[in-house]
């Protein structure tokens, strides 16, 4: 009571593209009165009974919603079991005195006394607690904890408390974080970890032949978690592997790069490069948790944080806020918000995910024409560029410009053309591309005529 859910609550369901169902709300529609006068003429046990049938119901719609409940409902056992069954629960943090100061004012039957409010929040507390699948104290760390992201300086200590489960757990680690990092994480770790796999550095981590590595060195039960701790080709290697390996057994990806903490560990896309193309193979296999620890950034070198410099302003510009001028901190726990909310509206990649493309086409384009000498982000930045060009946003292409400094590379024009029509979204001699509105409001599938497109990615190429 007065931790905020009512006005949290919309917004979550907003940002999670759900229906919001307050069970308050439902009694009250039902009953045809407020909750104070059910209270005041029939009493509390008539309204807990109300109460239970409207959450029994609002938990086990077909359609799933963000639901708002009162922390008194959880004194019925069929709502705990449904919640248990049904849900993803999360207890909204707040303080005695933060509550009383958003409930005072209002006419509540259970807190008109300072004391007995106090009384009754020292109560429930173990309650709430018992039944949280999640954590949060504002909106960003609502969709975080919904999506299993954990944010925060110093979370590589406190692996082992972050990971679901009891079972064993055993460390795919990429050789170059190894000896930064790796005493650290089997520190944390300690009793429930079984074995390390150290994998190459970097993408070439990224094939059948190291998939087939872990396959046959995991020894693993069904009950274990496979840690991964390194950047995006780490994370999708060990990913790969989790969703295989006994046809799938819990991961927990621990990003060690900018562009992994604020993308590739986030939405459960996994991927293995084969001779014919990169990330050709691959599962959809959302992680038991994401452990983000912004100070593992420290030893990264400047051309990778350049890297995932790219992917912020790339999320800055889809969000239409300047998130690259935040500190890396908060920088890094918007983006993977932002990231998560819309892989939780869009989980298999079916839609909207699509938007997560700004800048991609011509960047993949780019990288192909370079035999994939030229660096991710580099190539983003170059991209971000065409994109915004064609956007007719002049504003956004100068902000890229000075965030982001991109130079015209040297790679051969026709090579980066042939690499950008094999481009799957390609259609009838059109190129279907993601562009943006305005910052923030990002159009899907536009196409845009070749003999356009072709001349935005000339600009690209010095
Ligand atoms: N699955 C997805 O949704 C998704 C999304 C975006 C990108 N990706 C993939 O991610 C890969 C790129 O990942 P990346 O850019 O994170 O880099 P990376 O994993 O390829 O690593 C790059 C280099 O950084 C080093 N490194 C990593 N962390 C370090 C640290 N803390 N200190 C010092 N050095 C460190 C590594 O040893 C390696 O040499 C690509 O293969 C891409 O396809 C996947
Ligand atoms: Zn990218």
Redesign the pocket.
Known sequence: MGAGKSTLGPQLAARLGRPFVSVDAVVEEQAGTTVPQIFADRGQEAFRELEERAAIEALTRRVPAVVELGGGALGADSTRVALAEHAFTLLLETTPEEAWERVSSEDRPLARDPGEFWDLFVERTPLYEAVADGHARDLDGAVLAAAGVHVWEGAVDGLAGLIPGEGSVELVV????EP??GDRARAALAERLAATHVVP???RA?TLAEAERLWSTIRLDRGGTLVAL???????LA?LAAATYLRGVAWVPV???L??QV??A??G???L?IPVG??LVGAFHWPARVIVDPE??G???AD?LE??LAEVVKTGLLAGEPLWELDRGAQVRRCAEFKAAICLRDPYDLGERAQLNLGHTFAHALEAASDFTLP?GKAVALGLLAALRLSELDGEVRAVEEVLRPEPVRVDREAAWRALERDKKRVDGRTRLVLLGAPGRPRLNVEVDDAIVRAALDALIA
């Open positions: 990429d050789a170059g974080v930064l990092h550095a970097g993408e990224k390194g950047g995006g080709s780490t994370i999708d990913g990003p060690t790069t562009l992994a993308d590739a986030i939405g896309k996994t991927a490069d990169k990330n593992l950034l030893t990264l070198p990778e890297n995932g991710h």
